[in-house]
């Protein structure tokens, strides 16, 4: 631990601290620094100037045109071709083989020209001997379907024709009338009424009352207002002279003024400056992005 000030360890919270690269390096201002000292500095590569675009020599780096194979031998491939089929004849024992007869093309549908065995008998074209063909029985006779849907048209159905009746004027009223006859003439008895009328309210004026009014009640004798409070004299203003105060102006004191001496700093009995206990202090922590990289 130093003689003054803190240690390490509780700076920045390692043992010791590491030592800086730049020691001794001199101090280099980027205010109005050029932006590549190099270029301003020794000689410098100066091009030819600019060269028209053409198929000259001129047009190129070298002087001269330089090929990608100096020296190869030229080579004719029909000529290398012709060769190896040359030498690969040689290696045959005899002459090339040759069939006895050729392929038999066919003269036209279904010929067996050009086969070993021949036609098939299996499928030969000539017609077997039949028996006589006899016809079945008659099956069922049916007259032929009668035009018409059926409806508004006589003798389409299967049954017999539907019989008409002609509708009555007013058939619909009829029945209604015969049903309530019919009902009322079972119904026994009239029907159930109350002897109550309903009406709006129990009376006719919602207002009345048999019974007596209650007399009319006094109001209460009012109270007298007092006068408001009033003060005696008015507060007085205060203008540096006490006189709206309740204690006298104090008396001047003749204490001359004396400059404060700053008080000692407190140390222990070493003679040493009290320094209260550090806290938790951190640490360099590697960042995200480079972990990142180093996965």
Do not use: W
Request: include cysteine; aromatic fraction near 12%.
């Amino acid at each position: 631990m130093p003689a003054e000030g803190k240690s390490d360890m509780e700076r920045i919270g390692l043992f010791s601290e590491m030592g800086y690269i730049t020691i001794g390096d001199k101090y280099v201002s980027h205010y109005m620094r050029p932006f590549n000292e190099a270029a301003s500095k020794n000689r410098q590569m100066l091009s030819g100037g600019t060269k028209t675009l053409s198929a000259l020599q001129s047009g190129y780096f070298e002087p001269q045109f330089v090929r990608i194979f100096g020296g190869e031998a030229y080579s004719n491939p029909v000529q290398l071709r012709r060769r190896y089929r040359l030498a690969e004849s040689k290696k045959n024992l005899g002459k090339a083989f040759l069939p006895s007869n050729g392929d038999k093309l066919p003269c036209g549908l279904g010929s067996y020209y050009g086969t070993i065995g021949g036609p098939c008998a299996y499928f030969s074209p000539q017609l077997k001997a039949k028996e006589r063909y006899v016809p079945p029985g008659k099956n069922f006779y049916t007259n032929p379907g009668k035009k018409g849907t059926g409806y508004g048209y006589a003798n389409l159905t299967i049954g017999e024709q539907y019989p008409h009746e002609p509708d009555g004027y007013e058939v619909d009223r009829i029945n209604a009338k015969k049903a309530q006859e019919e009902h009322k003439r079972l119904v026994k008895g009239g029907p159930f009424r109350l002897n109550l009328y309903p009406q709006e309210y129990f009376d006719m004026n919602p207002y009345f009352s048999d019974k007596p009014l209650p007399p009319v009640k006094k109001p209460p004798p009012k109270k007298p207002i007092a006068p408001p409070f009033k003060p005696s004299s008015p507060s007085k203003k205060s203008g540096g002279m006490k006189g709206g105060t309740f204690d006298p102006y104090p008396r001047h004191s003749a204490e001359p003024y004396v400059i404060k001496k700053p008080k000692a700093v407190t140390t222990n009995k070493e003679r040493q400056i009290f320094h209260p206990p550090p806290g938790p202090k951190s640490r360099p922590v590697t960042s995200i992005v480079t972990l990142n990289v180093t996965r």
